[in-house]
């Protein structure tokens, strides 16, 4: 169902969860139990050399069909060889659900970021996304 041009609110969600499922689709994806879900995503989706992107994580409560509040996002980059030292970047909750962290690789080549959610429940979820840092 189309929102209405009358109702501000609805179309401003309707274009938000369009945007959001848009962005998702290419995104690194865990369920657990059929009771939450966690996307991960770059922002840009191929970041550069030096400089800031964003990582976002989208927890889900499933069983509810909503937005899971107050967890904790951890986001620690390695390169796979050694040669620079790890990045740790904290998430903050930049909206009901969604978590976002700033992160900046200062060397070429291959990095792996480690994305570790802790639910409000305690059960953690660990993810890894692979990136190729361009000079």
Same mark, same amino acid.
């Given at each position: 169902?189309?929102?209405?041009?009358?109702? &501000?609110?609805?179309?401003?969600?309707?274009?938000?969860?369009?945007?959001?499922?848009?962005?998702?689709?290419s995104c690194a994806h865990e369920t657990l139990s059929g009771e939450s879900s966690v996307f991960v995503d770059t922002i840009p989706a191929r970041p550069a050399l030096s400089a800031p992107f964003v990582v976002q994580v989208v927890v889900?409560?499933?069983?509810?069909?909503? #937005?899971? /509040?107050?967890?904790?996002?951890?986001?620690? $980059?390695?390169?796979?060889? #050694? $040669?620079?030292? #790890?990045?740790?970047?904290?998430?903050?909750?930049?909206?009901?659900?969604?978590?976002?962290?700033?992160?900046?690789?200062?060397?070429?080549?291959?990095?792996?970021?480690?994305? /570790? /959610? /802790?639910? &409000?429940? $305690?059960?953690?979820?660990?993810?890894?996304?692979?990136?190729?840092?361009? &000079?």
């Open positions: 169902m189309a929102a209405r041009a009358d109702n &501000p609110k609805r179309a401003a969600l309707a274009a938000l969860i369009a945007a959001a499922a848009l962005a998702l689709a889900r409560d499933d069983r509810h069909q909503k #937005p899971m /509040t107050g967890a904790k996002v951890e986001i620690l $980059g390695q390169m796979s060889h #050694p $040669g620079m030292a #790890p990045v740790l970047v904290p998430a903050s909750e930049s909206a009901p659900g969604i978590f976002r962290g700033s992160v900046s690789l200062d060397m070429a080549g291959a990095w792996v970021l480690r994305i /570790t /959610t /802790t639910l &409000p429940d $305690g059960r953690r979820v660990q993810q890894n996304m692979d990136l190729d840092i361009k &000079p």
